[in-house]
């Protein structure tokens, strides 16, 4: 044996057993070598084996009990030595009592196959990145291949004939039983490996050689050449080096039931011509016997592998498809993508977003807008053409690869899938019972074939989209010097989404002061976002994003807990502000949106009249209905909607006496003109008379200067906001500045 201390080997080797192991099998080379090794029938050479048998049975033990993850072969190895001792010390004691015989090849034959099914598992096992519990089909299959060598065997030796065809059946089988589990055995050690990556590991051609090794050995006692037992000691020595070498560390790969499927296969075509050979001559029953028994358990192997094979092919597919509309899913595109780019292939990426698809979402629910987006998904299939592919990216987006014909140019195969599309979602859906037109904007990036990673491909072609849906084209190429920063703007996109639940939305509270008195009776609530690298972001930075990518839900809920939440606490401490919060145009078409600031002021324990809710009156306008309905519904929970930018947008005065409006908020562009500008004083003058007329309160926003509050003052303005008061301050300092106010006003009174 090699020296413990080498670095090939375990640390810790008991070298005093190693050596043992190696005398015990030279011993028995040389007697199983030597003219002598029939004295005493034998008896002496079985004795040698036997504590050959158990001083590897020992290390084995030792071996087991050491940590690592592929000790359950090591104590199948050991149980499985232990067991051939046992075979080994009957056989020597019925040789000691009736002389040498073939009695003696029946205990071990027995011993051999008991151990079968644990080394077999134990290799299987070993291969194989979970270790922790058998298939039993993997056994079922290892017993199957053993039934059908025996089968094969039998049929060629009654064939044949020969010395074993003529002695005794329960001298035979058992011995041709253990060849055969030898052989599959073998069989086994020489191919797994290879499957699963373990051939980059000495110890498992150190096993292959034991196993090579006992199967010769086996064959040549059985048929009574006792040389054999030499190559039965040096397939021990071989066990044992393997059990003592240090692991070489390889990544497992894990196994499909492919590989399984193809031993299946085998066992099953050799039991099968087994049977037809028998069935066309007269042969032995034992073949026929093992040939059936094999062919039926190679056969429910085979069909637990197609089982597992049917859930593995299901699983790959639904990590690869889109659930709703059984289109490619974000992986599957960019996997296409990424193959057409290492073939060179010039291509058309295009990513396309429905237009005003929340609106149907929410207006006619979710399964309506479900039944748009798979409507959808197959008007989109006719543009297609054939090697193309489309994939839905999430909500209402979509993908389309498209590769460029030879001969032609990508700007010639971008043209032809704009015209497709248009052509293709002209006519209108029908949804819920309603019929509906889709808009998209489509942005498209030409790729002539050169490498790029497929993800910048998606970006280039989301950037171009984002655009389409700002700007308001239905199509938009991407550009590099437009759209470059796109991938900043998604990360953006995506560090909000996490922002938005994350906490880092601040409020700044801007004062609204009282024009006849100075007392503050109000603030507006202005969001920030605390970003944690840019820092506070203002909303310009964001909003639109949200807006455009589906945020804005989350944003106002958020924005109004807090709001809310901060009034409260004002309300409780004997502050009675007022606080209004803005609402984006999605927000006015979620009709869930009244019953959740219900549920909010009843939580915080607000009256209702202490929110007010700005809408402006674009987003009023573009959707009158359906914004309409939720707007009622808030100013019947008792809130105060007020129009934002009052005068920027087309509303007339007439219009607004018809909605539950009770405040209206005059735009900067006026308050900022109002000294210089004789026609925007004229407008402002009688929007304030109008609006008191209809019972409207009138709040000035963007105030900078006293010149421009008193003249609003002699207007009758109701309220004035802007940085002439204060700019929108963070919750504790905007209370320092009340604090500071009061006292000035108690000492302009005193
Ligand atoms: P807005 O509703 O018109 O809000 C007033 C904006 O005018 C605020 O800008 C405020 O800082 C600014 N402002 C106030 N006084 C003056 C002044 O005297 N002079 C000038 N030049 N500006 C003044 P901010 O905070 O940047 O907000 C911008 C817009 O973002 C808001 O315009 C509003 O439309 C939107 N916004 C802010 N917070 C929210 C929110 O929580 N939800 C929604 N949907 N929109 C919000
Ligand atoms: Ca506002
Ligand atoms: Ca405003």
């Known amino acids: 044996m090699p020296a413990a201390r080498s670095p090939q080997l375990l640390a810790g080797v008991p070298r005093g057993l190693a050596c043992t192991v190696g005398v015990l099998a030279g011993a028995q080379v040389a007697l199983a070598l030597s003219p002598g090794r029939e004295l005493a029938g034998g008896v002496v050479l079985l004795a040698l084996a036997l504590a050959l048998q158990l001083a590897v049975a020992v290390l084995l033990v030792w071996r087991a009990r050491r940590a690592g993850d592929d000790r359950s072969l090591w104590q199948r190895l050991a149980i499985a030595t232990g067991l051939v001792s046992g075979g080994l010390a009957t056989a020597t004691a019925l040789t000691a009592g009736h002389g040498a015989g073939a009695a003696t090849t029946v205990p071990l034959a027995v011993a051999h196959l008991a151990a079968f099914p644990l080394v077999y598992g134990g290799m299987v096992l070993w291969n194989r990145d979970s270790t922790a519990v ?21 049929t060629v030796l009654g064939h044949v004939g020969g ?29 797994v490996p290879f499957i699963s990556g373990m051939s980059r590991d000495p110890r498992a051609w150190w096993l292959t050689a034991a196993l090579a090794a006992q199967v010769v050995a086996g064959t040549a006692v059985a048929t009574g050449h006792p040389q054999g037992w030499a190559a039965a000691a040096v397939g021990a020595c071989c066990l044992c080096v393997a059990a003592v070498r240090r692991p070489t560390p390889v990544p497992r790969t894990t196994t499909d039931p492919s590989t399984t499927t193809i031993g299946a296969f085998v066992v099953l075509i050799a039991s099968t011509v087994v049977l037809v050979v028998l069935a066309l001559c007269d042969a032995g029953a034992t073949a026929a016997w093992c040939g059936g028994i094999a062919a039926t358990g190679a056969g429910i192997r085979l069909l637990l592998n197609v089982r597992d094979l049917a859930q593995l092919t299901q699983s790959r597919r639904e990590a690869l498809t889109d659930d709703l509309t059984g289109l490619a899913n974000r992986r599957a595109v960019l996997r296409r993508v990424e193959e057409l780019c290492v073939q060179g292939t010039p291509l058309v990426v295009g990513v396309l977003d429905l237009d005003k698809f929340k609106e149907v979402n929410d207006g006619l629910g979710h399964s309506a807008g479900d039944d748009l987006l798979r409507l959808v998904a197959q008007r989109l ?26 001969g032609t140019s990508p700007a010639d195969r971008a043209a032809a899938l704009d015209r497709d599309l248009q052509h293709w979602m002209a006519a209108p859906f029908e949804v819920g019972g309603l019929t509906v037109h889709v808009a998209l904007s489509l942005g498209l ?25 700002r700007s308001g084209s239905r199509v938009v190429h991407y550009e590099a010097d437009r759209h470059g920063d796109s991938s900043g703007r998604l990360a953006l996109v995506e ?17 609204q002061v009282d024009v006849a008195t100075g007392r503050t009776v109000g603030v507006e609530a202005l969001v920030r976002w605390a970003h944690p690298t840019r820092g506070l972001l203002q909303p310009g930075e964001f909003l639109p994003l949200a807006e455009v990518h589906g945020l804005m839900g989350p944003l106002t809920n958020e924005v109004l807990a807090q709001a809310v939440a901060q009034a409260a606490t004002w309300h409780r401490a004997g502050r009675e502000l007022r606080v209004s919060v803005n609402l984006s145009a999605s927000n006015l078409l979620d009709t869930g ?13 607000l009256p209702p009249s202490a929110l007010v809710l700005e809408v402006t009156e674009t987003v009023l306008l573009s959707d009158p209905e359906r ?12 809130t105060t909607v007020s129009i934002d930018d009052f005068g920027t947008g087309y509303a007339s005065l007439t219009y607004l006496h018809q909605l539950p409006v009770a405040e209206l908020k005059l735009d900067r562009s006026f308050t900022a003109d109002l000294l210089t500008d004789a026609r925007a004083a004229a407008i402002v003058a009688s929007t304030v008379r109008l609006a008191h007329q209809l019972g409207l309160r009138v709040v000035a926003e963007g105030v900078e200067d006293p010149a421009t509050l008193v003249h ?22 905007l209370e320092a500045w009340l604090a500071v106010r009061e006292r000035l006003r108690a000492g302009v009174r005193a």
């Open 712 to 733: 609003l003052r002699a207007l009758e303005c109701d309220e004035s906001q802007g940085f002439l008061h204060s700019p929108p301050l963070p919750a504790a300092e």
């Open 445 to 469: 990036t030409c790729h002539a074939g050169a490498p790029v990673p497929p993800a910048a491909l998606l970006r280039q072609a989301d950037a171009a989209m984002y655009d389409a849906k």
């Open 163 to 191: 010395g074993l065809a003529t002695a005794s059946w329960w001298q035979v089988q058992p011995a041709l039983a253990q060849t055969a589990a030898g052989l599959v055995l073998l069989g086994t050690a020489a191919t």
């Open 134 to 154: 058998a298939d039993p089909s993997d056994t079922l299959l290892g017993v199957a291949a053993v039934l059908a060598v025996v089968a094969v065997t039998d």
């Open 593 to 605: 949106l009244p019953q959740r600031v219900a549920d909010l002021l009843r939580a915080h324990a």
């Open 381 to 406: 299939q006719h543009v297609l053409a054939t090697g193309d592919s489309l994939g839905r990216l999430g909500g209402d987006e979509f993908a389309l690869i498209a590769q460029v014909a030879p």
């Open 495 to 511: 560090e909000l989404r996490a922002g938005v639940l994350g906490g880092e939305l601040v409020l700044h509270h801007q004062p």
């Open 627 to 638: 914004s309409l309905a939720v707007v009622a519904a808030l100013a019947d929970l008792g």
